[in-house]
């Protein structure tokens, strides 16, 4: 059975087998992608210019606290939550939780 010394100096050989092999490809790729950027005449300005002109990313929207109860919330939209199912089943109006001005703050 092989010592964990073996096994660390098998990995490290293993490691630099992979680190040569990827030297190799990637010198490999970039020649063919010069290549195909020759052929095509693509600059790296093209390249870059694609890359930014993609849509930005969408400014996620902070939902608004419209009710709050201790430390229950809800903004009024989805399934009731159970907190306000027994309010109103109690008779009471969920309109004496309500809340004005209150925006829930991503984490």
Do not use: C, H
Not at 1 to 7: D, Q, S, V
Not at 70 to 91: A, D, H, L, Y
Request: proline share 7%; glycine share 2%.
């Amino acid at each position: 059975m092989p010592t964990i010394a073996e096994i660390k100096a098998q990995i490290a050989e293993l490691q630099k087998q992979a680190d040569d092999m990827i030297s190799n490809e990637k010198k490999n790729v970039i020649k063919d992608i010069r290549k195909k950027m020759e052929d095509y005449k693509i600059t790296v300005d093209d390249l870059q210019s694609k890359a930014a002109s993609s849509k930005p990313p969408k400014e996620k929207k902070t939902p608004v606290i419209k009710y709050r109860k201790e430390n229950f919330t809800w903004v009024g939209r989805g399934p009731k939550p159970q907190w306000i199912k027994t309010i109103e089943s109690k008779g009471e109006s969920i309109e004496k939780y309500r809340v004005s001005d209150f925006v829930l703050t991503p984490k």
